[in-house]
């Protein structure tokens, strides 16, 4: 089972513990308060929610004596920004996490309202109380404990906290460009991730890249009778099944020219985590209806999903999909294709592959045209990078285990535009249970994730303080 | 240019002639009074108007002298049924067509109201003019001038005329297996087309059948992340795309094994017969917005449009179709695919076929189910068959000259009816100009066209009565 029962260790730093066991009731209420504001960033009717959840964060970083604080305007949503910058000597780590949450259909499946946050069983049932609100307020305790217990961080913080990470960080990175220069970091250090199966501490080193594509096939001007034309038209249905057939082998390699010429070979520890993560194929099929895993042989499933690019057909159409039937020859087929891309590979060379693959193998009779719809840099920091050992070490401390180490299939936006526009290493340390149902109706975190999180924090920044970024 | 003016011939027995010329005028108000009864079958609100067309028909054979009138009734439109079987000793002729029209959608783009028929330049424009209340009502005349003029027909007749053509004969195939035994005739004659590019007169001796199926390719069980499944799942899409793909040869030709096994080869006289046709490749393309005609190598393209297999993709969904991108492997995709059939195939054998062969390919990882949607059987009539000789005799009689033979693309229901139910010999003997815009806005039939036709099925009747079937 997952999300079972997870112990950790009290911190070291008495003052620090005495803090946080004195504060847990006030820490839940505010935890609590949090989650009752239905930041749902998707819905235009919640815009007024949006800018209660960014002033609620706000508002709590001003009175632990953050720096700087202000909720920055975007032609979205807000973002909020703090620093303290008082550790002469420490490292910077820039700290991100968002507070806007899914929205909640299908509501009736909720057993309670998701913006009425219960806690029942060591668990916080709300939606956001995992992804990321949860997430992002351990990270305002963690620092108020250590300015509160303490009178100081042992390393300089710049918090930025935005509200469209669920719809896609769309003012996150021209925010992130006008303000390049006053977010000068060694490290980024994103908490929307979350533990590995079985509940189990996990670092997240990897995560993809994306080049998302649409393919056109157009024909006739008009849809044509099939009986009358069938014979002397290029059908653009079935040019655009050959099309698509074609850039893929039947081992499930991608076939496009140069597609894996980028690809960095797993280093031996790469290959030792990968293989050190318990996966059951066939409890992973069941769980999905499959009858089976099916993937590039050689590459275990996990490193098929964190570390081997893809290819995928998002979407198909073209022609009748009614009942019955209608005997035409389309006039035009559409697909979107798209490839999750790992280390070395460029999303737009990817595309430029793709797009003159198609065309040199377009089928004659119709019209190809391959277009960008949008990228997405992958991302990757060494398991002996010093930031991912501290992190190691932190959850050490805490949990008592070593911790996985992931690369995780999907992107983070923020994690690519952290490595990419920034040019900082990015650690993702996140402390939610795999089966936390994120994105879905019943929405929970345990609690003891949470404070083990919140312990987790505080040693890593205390962990990092000592490192050299 | 098409639909370019036509002259036909008086007939040569004057006592005909004469009848015909003298009842013109009333001929012409006959006919626009039919055209102005909106029988659009595919519409249930003009299920009145369908019964009131059939009482039309019912009471002009009637008042001519036609025994056993009748309106009959199906669980849709009625059909109706009349015999003069007084010509002992000569051939036995079904006669055919349809009373039904085509919805007027889109009703802005005619110029004048689809059901208020006008004459401009020796044209009538109305719904149903030419498709194919205009045919039908030229054999109400034609047998009308004989029994009128000379007191009986040359030969037998059963007329046959149907209201749910347009809809695809539904009720038709029903009905005839239960009258099967009092339509005993030796040929069924249907006019329900056309003359060939630039008005000149044709015979269409072929049509093609139809096998229309569908393809169901089910992956798991809902719509994944493709960023956190891409690389595991085989993604139900890029399988039907394989599967599709694998269909056809990259010459346009079907891969499915055995598809051509059945197929008749031409013979010398259908091969001269195809190569007499002018078709014009670059006009054809323009027309449709093409860049070439692709087709089969080897064959003309009337020849791949009468006498060749094919199969196509009539629909292809799976997945996201909006704008931007959703990145998700789909839970399943779906494929219609239709193969128009000719001599000798066998459209429930070519479903297997594909069936056999889509399984036995199918991709590892998903379920494959593959279903027959519909058939329909191919009709040919030879060339040098009795009842098509006579009915070119006939053309030659009115229009003076050799006709064209043409083998069509799609299917009429009860072409295929009359040959594979009554066993019937069919002759496809219409009269409309090719660029009649039957199916669309601002519908015309010549009246040269009509008159000529007329006087050719006077012909064709008293020819037939010479003629061992």
């Not at 009736?108 to 219960?118: A, C, K, N, S």
């Not at 220069?181 to 189990?200: H, K, P, V, Y």
């Not at 992931?406 to 526009?421: K, M, N, Q, T």
């Not at 994730?449 to 505080?458: A, M, Q």
């Amino acid at each position: 089972m997952n999300g079972q029962a997870l112990s950790f260790r009290p911190l070291a730093d008495e003052r620090l513990e005495t803090y946080l066991q004195r504060t847990a009731d006030e820490r839940l209420a505010d935890y609590l308060d949090f989650l009752r504001i239905p930041s749902i960033g998707t819905l235009s009717d919640h815009r007024a929610d949006m800018v209660a959840a960014a002033e609620f964060v706000a508002e709590r970083l001003k009175r632990m004596g953050i720096d700087n604080v202000e909720v920055s305007p975007t032609a979205g949503h807000p973002i909020v920004y703090g620093d303290w910058l008082h550790a002469a000597g420490a490292p910077t780590v820039l700290v991100y996490a968002h507070y806007d949450v899914q929205p909640v259909d299908p509501l009736d499946l909720w057993r309670r309202p998701p913006f009425e946050p219960v806690v029942e069983d060591g668990r916080v049932f709300a939606r956001g109380a995992a992804d990321d609100k949860g997430q992002l307020h351990l990270h305002l305790w963690a620092a108020r404990a250590l300015l509160e217990a303490g009178g100081r961080l042992p390393l300089n913080l710049r918090f930025v906290f935005e509200g469209e990470e669920e719809s896609g960080s769309t003012n996150f990175e021209p925010w992130l460009a006008a303000n390049r220069q006053r977010l000068a970091a060694d490290l980024a250090l994103i908490s929307d991730t979350g533990f590995f199966e079985g509940n189990r501490p996990a670092i997240t080193i990897g995560l993809r890249g994306l080049m998302y594509a649409q393919i056109d096939v157009t024909g006739p001007r008009v849809d044509l009778h099939s009986g009358t034309y069938g014979g002397n038209v290029q059908n653009p249905a079935n040019a655009l099944a050959a099309i698509v057939a074609r850039l893929k082998n039947a081992d499930g390699s991608v076939a496009v020219p140069g597609f894996y010429d980028e690809w960095r070979p797993l280093t031996e520890r790469e290959r030792e985590e990968f293989a050190r993560l318990p996966f059951d194929e066939a409890d992973f099929a069941r769980g999905h209806g499959l009858h089976s895993v099916v993937g590039e042989p050689g590459h275990l499933p996990l490193e098929r999903r964190g570390a081997r690019p893809t290819l995928d057909v998002n979407g198909i159409w073209g022609g009748f999909s009614g009942e019955g039937s209608k005997t035409i020859i389309p006039a035009h087929a559409h697909a979107k294709i798209s490839c999750r891309l790992v280390p070395d590979m460029d999303p737009e060379r990817t595309f430029e592959r793709l797009r003159d693959f198609v065309l040199a193998g377009a089928p004659a009779g119709v019209d190809v045209d391959v277009r960008l719809i949008n990228v997405g840099q992958w991302s990757l920091t060494a398991i002996d990078h010093p930031a991912t050992e501290a992190a190691s070490a932190a959850l050490v401390d805490v949990f008592g285990e070593q911790p996985y180490y992931l690369r995780e299939g999907g992107s983070i936006p923020a994690a690519a535009l952290f490595g990419s526009l920034l040019e900082l290493p990015v650690v993702l340390l996140g402390f939610t249970p795999p089966d936390d149902q994120a994105h879905a109706p019943n929405e929970w975190m345990s609690l003891d994730n949470y404070e083990g999180g919140l312990r987790t924090i505080v040693r890593y920044w205390q962990r990092l303080a000592e490192v050299a970024l």
